[in-house]
């Protein structure tokens, strides 16, 4: 399993299904990111629903992801 974040010490943790997609514009040189408070930098995407369970599901939630919730970092990706 791979482990996104730093794990602390004993607490409990659940596994969570997320989907993230890269970005590039039209010439490929650029890739959209986003930057959260603290600094860090993270693709577009997240953590998904338990019902997406098939690959046209998830096809269709990171689509929703990117374009409904981070539709700015796309529009940052193509200039």
């Known amino acids: 399993m791979r482990t996104f ?3 602390e010490g004993n607490k409990p943790y659940l596994n969570r299904v997320a989907a993230y997609g890269v970005i590039l514009n039209a ?6 990111i986003i930057r959260n408070e603290k600094n860090d930098y993270f693709l ?4 998904l629903e338990e019902h ?3 690959w046209e599901e ?3 939630a990171i689509r929703k ?3 409904d919730h981070h539709c700015w970092a796309v529009q940052e990706a193509i200039k």
């Open 5 to 7: 974040g730093i794990l």
């Open 27 to 32: 010439s490929q040189n650029k890739v959209a």
């Open 44 to 47: 577009p995407g997240g953590g």
């Open 52 to 54: 997406f369970v098939v």
């Open 58 to 60: 998830i096809h269709e």
């Open 65 to 67: 992801l990117i374009f």
